[in-house]
DNA sequence: GCATTTACCTAACACTTTTAGGCAAATATC
DNA sequence: GATATTTGCCTAAAAGTGTTAGGTAAATGC
């Protein structure tokens, strides 16, 4: 009997997929294996179980998503940076609900530390160089952009704000300039 | 053989209190069922399955979100207005963190159009009334207050913001001072 | 060509969701 | 208060998912 050829790589990336097309909580062990056409069992070689392989589909798209980060903001500065990151996340995000839905996992904190999302987190101080905040607000700072970019693709992709005027995309460009205009005027303690 | 005195109510309610216990997509049909001390096929007389069951919760979540934030609001203006509102979201996602996630449950659009949604989607109009914003401005401003609170919110509960200083308490009372502060200066279209 | 490793399989069990049909308790009717 | 009806919870059963244990055949190494 010919062999598929799975791997670890290979189940991820067809999770992915398959969270794409279905959704996250969609992606199932049973799923990938009719995929493959091959028995359940034989997925347990290759992955510990139903949450290893999310936590692998997680760290995946945290990767891409990181990347993409990394190639926008390149030999950007200010706003043309803030904006280049903000929609970065917004275009993954409808590109890959399911892979973006993934980037949101909990990851137990070793897993986190070894996982692109400290990129994020150097990537967002980065943005900020363009604007002059010291500590403790710059971090107060990269809390806000990361509450704001991950809230408006959450509330978008779950269909908060279509059918509806004014457009999404006109929202989100103005918000930029929002958060641009608060970041060049961030406020002193009263 | 005694009833247990089911009611969709009951069984929302408790799904509601072992979401908080579990986490939301821990609430399945046979743990309610377990609950009471019931057989599961008991529950599909009551609710018509698992989806209903889950918005069931979802609304019930909404409306108690919206109760808070209606009382929060009431005889406020301004930042105060603005402060309460988010303190009432992020306390209610910290008290009630298997609720919160129900609220975000994607509905129908009937279903939420019925649902308390909609006096969300007012009050927060409400609370820009303090602010000098005309349309589009202000609905621009009203997702981004939604993509705020609900991001904060959500990275926050996912254990973004702990064990790394500064604390999340700060973070938040800073952000509504920035937020005040962009609302009163809402940037012109360039 | 043989030994070893490895990939996939069968079998089995536990759990969740859902439907269909039955019996007894609660409620309404006389 | 006895009877008829409704309704609430039951048993039974099927289908799907997750997981473990142990077997066989294919690939790999010598």
Redo the contacts with the bound molecule.
Sequence with gaps: ??????TAERLTRAGAELADEVGFDQV????IARHFD?????L???VR???DLKTRIALLALEELADRCAAAIAGRAGKDALAAFADVYRDYAREHPGRYTAARLPLDPETAAASAGVRHARMTRALLRGYDLAEPEQTHAVRLLGSVFHGYVSLESAGGFSHSAPDSQESWARIVDALDALLRNWPTTP
């Design positions: 009997m010919a062999r598929a050829g799975l199932t062990v049973s799923a091959v028995k359940v069992a034989s347990y070689s290759h179980n139903s949450h």
